[in-house]
């Protein structure tokens, strides 16, 4: 890893916000009303901690792979739970930040994309815990809406700074700027100062600071810690920069370009290969994603140094019985499924994110907890852990309390249609707009504006989503009630079905390699000769009776073209 190592010490990052500079205009947090103290589990109100990381594949932990060293992440799933069911309903840094911290689906709350979404009239879960007598922070990305590092309401403790960040202090300037003295900033409680170090650590050093130093310790407290860690592109600390040097990373067997990998995927997968977002050419690079994964996962070593940091404090200050840590991503990364990099898709490696709790004595310890939890689900869940017993009337998620501590068991968790939405965005024109629903183990995939295929997939039967069941005969069923069902879900709350978009501002990023992969065919099953006499069949909403038609070698309706129907005419 030499060039890591150069890249290091150069701070050769190459990720820098896309997001337009302007005020946040918010509203402040309605009251709530705190439940009384009998219906908190513990003596005093708990403390929560939320770590969230970026990007991080749902199965890049230790304990799920072997190769990856992550022993904090791991005592937690060892000492609490660990859910391999959490999911994003928006595969996407801000959508997804603003769902987590809004309870609200992105139709609803407006951030549908990483650039100049407005934040306007909206209110923050935090709010709700400051109400009811908690200290609460946030430290690290908030990268949601418009691109300002400016405190938001809800949070007596502020520390973030502008869209992605920077690894190391001067990474991204250029090397004028470096010369002339200048780093990039931070914003805390207000004011700009300087990012003097690595970020992961000084996020942490400011965490820890705050609570060892600055909190009340008469109130309970809401820490939100924000990693920049692992976004693209990872760079890691110093003493993590060989970690990896000997490990092979292996990728997932639909990386490689077979036609078997890619029998009944939509064209735009296929087409994508060759893209930013695609194995073949991510980022726009020649570089292999096993040799990525190793800056990837020593970046993340940084982050659980950090999660240890925090655990060695509970456990001093007597505090793990009345604190829950909750470890997790805000979206899912794919590395090379089905051709694909990165996230923004409907497929499990994008929409699944890494998910551990931990409080011990609450949350029942060394367990593998099947319930699926949404991003969408934390703030009521979040709210009834605190012991506030009224929700917010604009919260759409689920309160998953009783799931987390057992009090109801995964088996007999009942939760919503999982629906997933992505709305399609200029600067990475590659991914189309994404509708999905998943009911029990079907998960039905539509694309909206463009020529390609729908999915349809038994993800328990087959969790890589290599079949896709949309044309089996036996599933014409699951695949009418899931487009009904996907419809009327995806209503906003004006009941109106909008597709929401930001202002274009450049081409996006467009590029191929120039000797890479070409354009994927039309699937064979469209090709036909002309003058079909059932040619209208395709617009018509399927049923039964259409399908039955098509087996019997029937049009459904029959369908003429002008010059054929003039010779059906009988002549006088």
Same mark, same amino acid.
């Given at each position: 890893?030499?060039k890591?190592?150069?890249?290091?010490?150069?701070?050769a990052?190459?990720?820098a916000?896309?997001?337009l500079?302007?005020?946040?205009v918010l509203?402040?947090?309605p009251?709530?009303?705190?439940?009384?103290?009998?219906?908190?589990?513990?003596?005093?109100?708990r403390?929560?901690?939320f770590?969230?990381?970026d990007?991080?594949?749902?199965?890049g932990?230790?304990?799920?792979?072997?190769?990856?060293?992550t022993?904090?992440?791991?005592?937690?799933?060892?000492?609490g739970?660990?859910?391999?069911?959490?999911v994003?309903t928006?595969?996407?840094?801000?959508?997804?930040?603003?769902?987590?911290?809004?309870?609200?689906?992105?139709?609803?709350?407006?951030?549908v994309?990483?650039?100049?979404?407005?934040e306007?009239?909206l209110?923050?879960?935090?709010g709700?815990?400051?109400q009811?007598?908690?200290?609460?922070?946030?430290?690290?990305?908030?990268?949601?809406g418009?691109?300002?590092?400016?405190?938001?309401?809800?949070?007596?403790k502020w520390?973030?700074?502008?869209?992605?960040g920077?690894?190391?202090?001067?990474?991204?300037?250029?090397?004028?700027?470096?010369a002339?003295?200048?780093v990039?900033?931070?914003?805390?409680?207000?004011?700009?100062v300087?990012q003097?170090?690595?970020?992961?650590?000084?996020?942490?050093d400011?965490?820890?600071?705050?609570?060892?130093?600055?909190?009340?310790p008469?109130?309970?407290?809401?820490l939100?810690?924000?990693?920049?860690?692992?976004?693209?592109d990872p760079?890691?600390?110093?003493?993590y920069?060989?970690?990896?040097?000997?490990t092979?990373?292996?990728?997932?067997?639909?990386?490689?370009?077979?036609?078997?990998?890619?029998k009944?995927?939509?064209?735009?997968?296929?087409?994508?290969r060759?893209?930013?977002?695609?194995?073949?050419?991510?980022?726009?690079?020649?570089?292999?994603?096993?040799?990525?994964l190793?800056?990837?996962?020593?970046?993340?070593s940084?982050?659980?140094d950090?999660?240890?940091?925090?655990?060695a404090?509970?456990?001093?200050?007597?505090? !793990?019985k009345? &604190?829950?840590?909750?470890? =997790?991503s805000? #979206?899912?990364?794919q /590395?090379g499924? +089905? $051709?694909l990099?990165d996230k923004?898709?409907a497929?499990?490696a994008?929409?699944?994110?890494?998910?551990v709790?931990?409080?011990?004595?609450?949350?029942?310890?060394?367990?593998?907890?099947?319930?699926?939890?949404?991003?969408?689900?934390?703030?009521?869940?979040?709210?009834?852990a605190a012991g506030?017993s009224?929700?917010?009337?604009?919260?759409e998620?689920?309160n998953a309390?009783?799931?987390?501590?057992g009090?109801?068991?995964p088996?007999?968790?009942?939760?919503t249609?999982?629906?997933?939405?992505?709305?399609w965005?200029?600067?990475?024109? !590659?991914?189309? &707009?994404?509708?999905?629903? =998943?009911?029990? #183990?079907?998960?039905? /995939?539509?694309? +909206? $504006?463009v020529?390609?295929?729908?999915?349809?997939y038994d993800?328990?039967?087959?969790?890589?989503?290599?079949?896709?069941l949309?044309?089996?005969?036996?599933?014409?069923?699951?695949?009418i009630?899931?487009?009904?069902a996907?419809?009327?879900?995806?209503?906003?709350?004006?009941?109106?079905h909008a597709?929401?978009?930001?202002a274009r501002?450049?081409?996006?990023?467009?590029?191929?390699n120039?000797?890479g992969?070409?354009?994927a065919?039309f699937?064979?099953?469209w090709?036909v000769?002309?003058?079909?006499?059932?040619?209208?069949?395709?617009?018509?909403?399927?049923?039964?009776?259409?399908?039955?038609a098509?087996a019997?070698?029937h049009?459904?309706?029959?369908?003429p073209t002008?010059d054929?129907?003039?010779?059906?005419i009988?002549?006088?």
């Open positions: 890893m030499g890591l190592h150069k890249a290091i010490l150069g701070t990052a190459t990720f916000a896309m997001a500079s302007a005020p946040a509203a402040s947090a009251a709530v009303t705190p439940a009384p103290a009998s219906a908190t589990p513990t003596q005093h109100p403390n929560i901690i770590v969230l990381v990007d991080l594949r749902f199965d932990m230790g304990f799920l792979n072997p190769a990856v060293h022993p904090n992440i791991d005592r937690l799933a060892r000492e739970a660990y859910f391999p069911n959490g994003t928006s595969s996407l840094c801000s959508p997804s930040r603003a769902t987590i911290l809004t309870g609200m689906t992105a139709r609803n709350h407006g951030v994309d990483n650039n100049n979404s407005s306007d009239g209110t923050y879960f935090p709700y815990l400051h009811a007598g908690y200290q609460t922070a946030f430290i690290g990305k908030w990268h949601m418009n691109d300002t590092d400016a405190p938001r309401p809800g949070f007596d520390i973030s700074f502008k869209g992605q920077h690894y190391y202090p001067t990474g991204d300037l250029p090397p004028a700027a470096v002339a003295g200048q990039n900033m931070l914003n805390i409680d207000g004011k700009e300087p003097k170090g690595y970020i992961t650590d000084e996020l942490t400011y965490a820890m600071n705050w609570l060892e130093r600055e909190r009340d008469k109130k309970p407290f809401f939100y810690l924000s990693h920049k860690a692992v976004h693209s760079l890691p600390p110093p003493r920069a060989h970690q990896y040097d000997a092979r990373f292996e990728l997932p067997a639909s990386a490689a370009n077979t036609p078997e990998n890619y009944g995927k939509p064209r735009w997968v296929y087409d994508q060759n893209t930013w977002h695609g194995i073949d050419f991510f980022y726009n690079s020649d570089m292999k994603m096993t040799e990525y190793k800056y990837y996962f020593a970046t993340l940084a982050v659980d950090s999660l240890g940091r925090i655990l404090y509970l456990r001093k200050h007597h505090l !793990e009345d &604190t829950l840590v909750v470890f =997790t805000d #979206n899912g990364f /590395i499924d +089905h $051709g990099i923004r898709t497929y499990e994008s929409v699944r994110v890494p998910l709790m931990w409080e011990p004595g609450t949350v029942p310890s060394g367990t593998v907890n099947r319930g699926r939890v949404r991003g969408l689900d934390f703030a009521p869940t979040f709210l009834n506030i009224q929700m917010p009337a604009q919260f998620g689920q309390w009783p799931l987390i501590t009090a109801i068991k088996a007999e968790w009942k939760p249609d999982f629906i997933y939405e992505y709305y965005e200029w600067t990475f024109p !590659e991914t189309p &707009t994404t509708f999905a629903i =998943t009911r029990g #183990n079907l998960k039905y /995939i539509q694309y +909206h $504006g020529y390609d295929r729908e999915e349809l993800v328990a039967a087959d969790p890589t989503e290599m079949h896709n949309i044309d089996d005969p036996k599933h014409l069923g699951d695949k009630t899931l487009r009904a996907l419809y009327a879900d995806l209503a906003n709350k004006q009941g109106k597709i929401p978009f930001t501002q450049s081409i996006g990023a467009v590029r191929r120039r000797n992969t070409g354009a065919p699937p064979e099953e090709l000769e002309p003058n079909q006499r059932d040619r209208l069949d395709d617009i018509l909403p399927d049923s039964q009776a259409k399908q039955d098509h019997a070698g049009p459904f309706v029959n369908s002008v054929q129907q003039l010779k059906d009988p002549e006088k």
